[in-house]
Each structure stands twice: as structure tokens, then as C-alpha cells.
């Protein structure tokens, strides 16, 4: 999927939602441990009554490896599923991979290849080398991390050199360098608010991946006011939050109203800021 798909997704639905599938067997509800496959069972009926309201589905790839191989087969079961089904649906593979060239080229090959998900997150902590084989797919997407939403990212991407300049904004200088914003985007945590600013001036045009709305507290608010462009440019991640919104038989029924909620606060941002997003740049 490329940008400018996404982008007339986001304006077809009138939402920038993905729903996180971060599928805990310990969290689900205790009827569909029945079930031959709980987590897939799970991730089935939370896709189907959620669809209609957002643009992306996001699974965390350590909650299935959690399962060996079990929950591998859940996690293949729900791309080929979300694939089969639900088409315009843009995939992330939330696996934070990177490392050595030729280590890349084989997780590269593992999602791309193999699995032929839209996306992949990578963390850049290891530089070029272990970026670039995850750029060779056309139309694939590396989701590079830049500014995250837990609390230790100040440890390190907030430090500054001796030129006052912090290492989020060095990774999203240098990695320009690397592919363009039609192939790649940026993971910025929702707590980071204001600080979106920053990062527009940086990458003014680059779709990012917002995590931290809901559960973690993130202000669609300010994300909105700080980080949308003249293409939306936002993918706004809710886990928790939605997926775990009712532990009873009525959990999908549940999560299809809470999505339905963050879609209309969405649609109504979207309206707000429809000057910016009218047409795709």
C-alpha cells in the first residue's frame, strides 16, 4: 500500500485509528480458551467488529512469539485473515527489528517476503546498514523509531550533543538519507504532545505512528494540533484500550463502540483541520 492509498483510506472512513492487537492469552476473555486457537478466535472477532472504523491493524509480535509456536501460527492466521478479508487494511507488524545487514535481509524477508505485511517497525540504534534491507521492497514501509511514548525514552532520545541537538532529531535527519516519506514513517508516542512541533520541522510531510492514546494517556487533542499535515500524516495506535474494553461474551460488541467513539473524535479532527487535508501532496 502506498502513501497515497493510505491517505484516501483515512479520508474515505474519516479515521486515522489502528488497533493494536496486542493479544495477552491471560487478558482475553476466559470463554474462548474453548476455542482451538484463543488468540486467533480473539483477533477474528475484534477485526470484524472494528473494520469499519479504522485504517490499520497493528499486532505486537511479542505477544504471539510469547506462545512459540503457537502463537506464530495465530499471528500468520491473523494477517492472512485481515488479507483474505478486509484488503484496505494497512498491516504493521510491530516487531522493532534491526541488526546487522545480513540479519535484516532475513527479518526483511520474513515480513515482506514471507508474510507480505505493509510494514515493519525497526529500531535505528544500529544505523544504515541495518535499516536498508527492509527499503529494498517497493511499496513496503519501514516505521523507524524516533520518539517514543514510555517513560525511559528519555534515557536516550533526549540527549543532546554538544551542539544542543537531541538524538530523536539526528535519527530523523540522518535516516532521510535513506529512503523518502514515501516509504518511510516514524514512531512518536502520543505523551510526547507539544514536542510534535519539533518533529514537523523535521519531517514535515512523513506519515508517523502515534502509540500512547488511551491506556498510556496521550492527548489525541494534541497530537492532532501538533503532528497532522497536509496529508493527515498520523496513524493513531489504541490497544488496550480498545481490545480490552470488556472481558464478557459481549467483548467484540464492546470494542466495535469504543472504536466507533475514537473514530467520530477522529472524523471530527479531521474536519477540524480539513484545510490540511484536502488533497495529497
Not at 11 to 36: N, Q, Y
Not at 91 to 100: F, L, M, S, V
Not at 262 to 278: G, N
Request: hydrophobic fraction near 40%; glycine fraction near 6%; proline fraction near 3%.
Amino acid at each position: 500500500m502506498n502513501k497515497q492509498q493510505l491517505f484516501e483510506n483515512i479520508k474515505r472512513k474519516k479515521s486515522f485509528l489502528c488497533v493494536g492487537l496486542d493479544t495477552d492469552i491471560k487478558k482475553i476473555p476466559e470463554h474462548l480458551l474453548k476455542e482451538e486457537d484463543p488468540i486467533f478466535a480473539f483477533n477474528k472477532a475484534i477485526i470484524d467488529a472494528t473494520a469499519d472504523f479504522c485504517i490499520a491493524y497493528k499486532p505486537n509480535l511479542a505477544f504471539y512469539e510469547s506462545l512459540g509456536v503457537k502463537g506464530w501460527i495465530a499471528f500468520e492466521k491473523t494477517v492472512n485473515y485481515l488479507k483474505e478479508n478486509y484488503p484496505d487494511q494497512f498491516i504493521i507488524a510491530d516487531a522493532k527489528r534491526g541488526d546487522i545487514g545480513n540479519t535484516s535481509e532475513m527479518y526483511a524477508r520474513s515480513f515482506f517476503d514471507e508474510l507480505n505485511i505493509d510494514s515493519v517497525t525497526v529500531a535505528p540504534y544500529m544505523g544504515e546498514d541495518s535499516v536498508k534491507p527492509f527499503l529494498i521492497y517497493p511499496e513496503k514501509w519501514v516505521i523507524l523509531l524516533a520518539l517514543t511514548s514510555n517513560k525511559g525514552s528519555h534515557d536516550f532520545q533526549l540527549t543532546e550533543d554538544v551542539n544542543g541537538e537531541r538524538l530523536f532529531e539526528k535519527v530523523l535527519k540522518k535516516s532521510q538519507e535513506w529512503a523518502s516519506d514515501e516509504q518511510m514513517m516514524y514512531v512518536v508516542g502520543a505523551t510526547q504532545g507539544k514536542m510534535f512541533e519539533d518533529i514537523r520541522k523535521l519531517v514535515p510531510n512523513h506519515f508517523l505512528l502515534v502509540p500512547g492514546v488511551g491506556a498510556q494517556g496521550g492527548s489525541l487533542d494534541d497530537v492532532c494540533k501538533y503532528g497532522m499535515n497536509s496529508t493527515c500524516g498520523l496513524i493513531v495506535n489504541s490497544s488496550r484500550a480498545i481490545i480490552y474494553a470488556d472481558k464478557t461474551e459481549k467483548f467484540a460488541e464492546v470494542a466495535r463502540q469504543e472504536a466507533q467513539e475514537v473514530q467520530k473524535q477522529m472524523a471530527q479532527q479531521l474536519d477540524s483541520y480539513k484545510l490540511r487535508v484536502t488533497s495529497y501532496e
